[in-house]
């Protein structure tokens, strides 16, 4: 499953965000994910989307709560379910 959302340009933090749509992709309740800030600084991450030096074709990604995370500097976060990645060998 995949799942891509662009952020509205009147929005909470981007860590809110992100939280709120892995627990409605996910079903699951956001106070249940683990915390954000075990697997990125959402403080950086913000700074690096929002922030005064933010750059539209940049591109972070990293794995939460069972998916792979791609959050572009234009806004959109795109999702992935972890097991639906491809295996390196």
């Known amino acids: 499953m ?3 959302l662009r952020l509205p340009p009147t929005r909470g933090s981007l860590a809110t965000t992100l939280v ?3 627990a409605d992709v996910s079903g699951t309740d956001a106070v249940d994910l683990p915390p954000l800030a075990a697997v990125v600084d959402p403080d950086a991450l913000g700074d690096l989307i929002d922030g005064p030096s933010a750059v539209d074709d940049l591109t972070v990604s990293f794995d939460y709560a069972g998916f792979r995370v791609l959050v572009r500097g234009n806004g959109r976060i795109h999702l992935t ?3 639906a990645i491809p295996q390196r060998n």
Do not use: H, K, N
Request: glycine share 0%.
């Open 2 to 4: 995949q799942e891509e």
């Open 81 to 83: 379910e972890a097991d």
């Open 20 to 22: 709120s749509l892995v």
